[in-house]
């Protein structure tokens, strides 16, 4: 899969099938977007590619908003190559490109690539205040010399499916479905970080994770499976999210217990698959009505572990 920092792509990359949008998660109607546009492509022999912008707009335009994302930006590369794109092209969101209006966004489009399909999800908005929308893109089809792909949108239980509404099933514990919707299980990336050692002094060694922009799920207890930097094999383990209120603490943070392992990981990737919610984040009297919770949700975690992973 080839990658594009700009839409400055090479002649054999022209006249091919585009489907633009953020892409965040790549959720099964993004992925009905890339296989409808790709069956165009392909029977019109011609490259399919996903124009996509970095960061995503909503967090260039609002600052203070900082757990949103359902993957992180290399993340959306490999779940890219995943689908088999033939070509990507990474669109920097900055200040610049966010005063291009409408139309002069698919003029630039048109100069630059000349595609012969485009396609975009049917809430898709772009140019200077958002202006541009399906119907503009019909519009400028003809001048342009374009067609514009008429998908319909990927649904569940008669509603469109979208990332915003994966984001929302997480942030309420309904993994299950966020991860039906997702076609896999959602799962998170990180370094691991020193921590204060409270985990070991209550007899259960922990590795602690910044959550950084991932969007926040339900904080509480879940079943996970690890995979721990470039290893294949996955480990069973149960995490907690959550500031450590019984402990007055303020920042959330992602610790994992993984069972049957000892050894430090400290700076080690992690990457973290969420299998099951098992409870919510809950503050306790002491550490010893801590414990004995603990000891309850690792019995709970290892049932959560039947839970089928899929990659």
């Given at each position: 899969m080839k990658i594009f920092k700009?839409?400055?792509?090479?002649?054999?990359?022209?006249?091919?099938a585009i489907a633009i949008g953020n892409f965040d998660g790549l959720h099964k109607g993004h992925q009905k977007v890339f296989k409808e546009t790709k069956k165009f492509a392909l029977e019109n022999k011609a490259k399919f590619g996903v124009l996509t912008f970095t960061p995503l707009p909503i967090m260039f335009f609002n600052k203070k908003i900082k757990n949103y994302r359902l993957a992180s930006e290399s993340q959306k590369i490999e779940l890219l190559k995943k689908n088999k794109i033939d070509f990507v092209i990474k669109v920097k969101f900055n200040r610049k490109f966010s005063k291009i209006?409408?139309?002069?966004?698919?003029?630039?489009?048109?100069?630059?690539?000349?595609?012969?399909?485009?396609?975009?999800?049917?809430?898709?908005?772009?140019?200077?205040?958002?202006?541009?929308?399906?119907?503009?893109?019909?519009?400028?089809?003809?001048?342009?010399?374009?067609?514009?792909?008429?998908?319909?949108?990927?649904?569940?239980?008669?509603?469109?499916?979208?990332?915003?509404?994966?984001?929302?099933?997480?942030?309420?514990?309904?993994?299950?479905l966020a991860n039906k919707l997702l076609s896999r299980t959602?799962?998170?990336?990180?370094?691991?970080?020193?921590?204060?050692?409270?985990?070991?002094?209550?007899g259960y060694r922990t590795c602690n994770l910044d959550i950084k922009n991932y969007i926040l799920p339900k904080l509480g207890i879940y079943a996970v499976k690890i995979l721990i930097g470039n290893k294949k094999h996955t480990y069973g383990?149960?995490?907690?999210?959550?500031?450590?209120?019984?402990?007055?603490?303020?920042?959330?943070?992602?610790?994992?217990?993984?069972?049957?392992?000892?050894?430090?990981?400290?700076?080690?990737?992690?990457?973290?698959?969420f299998l099951k919610f098992l409870r919510g984040d809950k503050k306790f009297k002491n550490s010893?009505?801590?414990?004995?919770?603990?000891?309850?949700?690792?019995?709970?975690?290892?049932?959560?572990?039947?839970?089928?992973?899929?990659?």
């Open positions: 700009n839409i400055n792509v090479l002649k054999n990359y022209k006249k091919s209006s409408a139309e002069d966004f698919i003029k630039n489009i048109y100069k630059k690539i000349n595609p012969k399909f485009l396609s975009v999800s049917n809430n898709f908005r772009f140019g200077r205040n958002r202006k541009g929308d399906v119907k503009l893109l019909k519009k400028l089809s003809k001048r342009y010399n374009y067609k514009l792909l008429n998908i319909n949108p990927f649904k569940y239980l008669n509603k469109t499916i979208s990332s915003t509404k994966i984001r929302n099933y997480l942030k309420s514990g309904n993994l299950s959602w799962f998170i990336d990180g370094r691991v970080q020193k921590g204060r050692g409270r985990g070991r002094k209550l383990g149960v995490a907690y999210l959550g500031s450590r209120p019984t402990f007055s603490g303020k920042k959330v943070f992602l610790e994992i217990n993984i069972f049957g392992l000892k050894k430090n990981l400290y700076e080690k990737k992690l990457r973290v698959f010893a009505q801590l414990v004995r919770q603990m000891n309850k949700d690792v019995i709970f975690a290892k049932k959560g572990l039947k839970t089928k992973l899929v990659l």
